[in-house]
């Protein structure tokens, strides 16, 4: 195996210490970023109450972040292209635009009149989710060994499900909501809502300004002893006086490279495909719930529902990280996730046929887990069939894709089920899931990145061979 024998070849790499404590810090950004995507739908009708704006207005306020990434993710490339942002100026920007989309937030809630302060700052969250791929993908690549980098893709990927969970469950449960009491009158709930908006979100906020002030102290664009040959050999390369033309070539090449535009097509389908469901989540539940006769709220019913399906990205990303760590291997474990998916989206809808909610308890954690597997597989895909292209302006293209794929299956998800029903959104969910398993399958299992790395082990091996003999002649 290449593995083993890079494992082996590199045992006696002094690797950066603190590379863990970095992973670390950008892992509580992207779970602050993760929670932050999700906390405004989940309150809804507080907006509506304190900011006196229609449901419409917040619904698109929610998506409000997709502009902010699309208008980021153009600048993102080019600055990764030409190598003027590394893991530093990354991280650094990151936690910046995630300070001032809290803030933005916060000072929100001092007039009712502020609404517009909070499509500010999902315009800024937006921004900071245009560096998140690249980030990780940076950080993975650069300090990482061969033998640990799905593990750090996967533990960022698992701090983004935290994210999600704490913002399916949190907002709900603490944030006042106005419909559930009448006796007070609508000031006092204004207040209350105002002061646990306020808590709910100042706490990211001060995780984001520390982690910010860690980041402008320690940080650092390269470990000081790369892990891998073909790391040290990318570091050692001077791109910086790339040209606009320049972009535009490898911009052409990685969209003319056949098997990237399969693996990052099926990447934008399947990794948001619940998407459908999650926002569609408390409209069917309310569906179940009245068919059944239930007395059961369907708000709280479908948080945990929502929740459940991010904890089984919880453990998908840890297992599937550490299990690519291991074996390498790339095809099968995509496949196997992938088809999972599907199967999973298969038996939703067949649940949701029959109003079983909690036959969708309990297949919500499967299609987290399998989703989120995928992900993590695919975005070491993506580095190792790309190569030497640096992994960072491939997460950046590959995000992009993701944001448009999202977009344009949350919109038909929402005509579908607005037009007929809940039922054929979720067979439009499963259609997506097949589409993105099957361009999936079709993937061609490369190595190209491994491939270097043990070609240039071989070339010092021959090198050091080389020198040896001359040395024996000479004595």
Not at 145 to 154: C, S, V
Not at 171 to 198: F, G, I, K, Y
Not at 345 to 356: E, L, N, Q, V
Request: aromatic share 10%; proline share 3%.
């Amino acid at each position: 195996m290449i593995v083993a024998e890079l494992n082996g070849a590199h045992s006696a790499v002094q690797l950066y210490k603190r590379r863990w404590f970095f992973l670390l810090v950008i892992c509580l950004l992207y779970m602050a970023f993760s929670f932050s995507a999700l906390a405004v739908s989940q309150i809804n009708n507080v907006f509506v109450d304190y900011f006196q704006v229609p449901y419409a207005v917040v619904d698109w306020g929610t998506i409000g972040n997709f502009p902010g990434l699309l208008l980021s993710l153009a600048v993102v490339a080019w600055l990764t292209h030409n190598k003027h942002m590394k893991f530093r100026a990354l991280s650094i920007a990151e936690a910046v635009f995630l300070v001032a989309s809290f803030a933005c937030r916060m000072i929100a809630f001092v007039s009712p009149s502020l609404f517009v302060l909070v499509i500010i700052g999902q315009l800024l969250s937006g921004a900071c989710d245009a560096l998140s791929f690249p980030l990780c993908l940076s950080l993975a690549l650069a300090w990482f060994p061969e033998n640990e980098i799905g593990t750090a893709i996967g533990l960022f990927m698992f701090s983004g499900s935290i994210g999600l969970v704490l913002g399916t469950l949190l907002p709900s449960h603490l944030v006042v909501q106005p419909t559930v009491n009448t006796t007070m009158n609508n000031e006092t709930w204004r207040t209350a809502d105002r002061d646990a908006c306020l808590f709910m979100w100042g706490i990211p906020l001060l995780i984001s300004m520390a982690g910010l002030a860690v980041l402008v102290g320690l940080a650092t664009d390269n470990p000081p002893s790369p892990p891998t040959l073909v790391q040290r050999k990318s570091q050692s390369e001077d791109e910086s006086n790339l040209t606009f033309g320049d972009f535009m070539v490898s911009c052409k090449n990685l969209l003319k490279n056949k098997n990237y535009m399969i693996a990052a097509s099926s990447g934008a389908v399947l990794y948001h495909v619940n998407v459908c469901e999650f926002t569609m989540m408390t409209q069917l539940m309310t569906k179940i719930l009245r068919n059944t006769e239930s007395h059961l709220n369907p708000d709280v019913v479908s948080s945990y529902a929502a929740s459940l399906l991010a904890s089984g990205g919880l453990i998908g990303a840890i297992v599937s990280g550490r299990v690519l760590d291991k074996f390498k291997r790339y095809k099968l474990q995509l496949s196997a996730s992938a088809v999972l998916a599907v199967i999973c989206c298969s038996c939703i809808t067949i649940a949701y046929h029959f109003d079983s909610y909690q036959a969708i308890y309990a297949l919500h954690p499967i299609f987290g887990f399998s989703t989120r597997s995928f992900v993590v597989v695919l975005l070491e895909i993506l580095t190792q069939i790309t190569y030497p292209i640096d992994a960072a302006f491939v997460g950046t293209v590959f995000n992009g894709m993701s944001a448009l794929a999202t977009v344009i299956i949350t919109e038909v998800a929402r005509i579908t089920f607005n037009s007929v029903g809940g039922f054929w959104m979720l067979i439009f969910q499963t259609g997506c899931a097949g589409f993105g398993m099957f361009l999936g399958l079709a993937i061609q299992s490369e190595s190209r990145r491994l491939d270097a790395e043990r070609q240039l082990h071989d070339d010092r091996k021959q090198e050091d061979t080389n020198e040896l003999t001359c040395l024996l002649k000479d004595e």
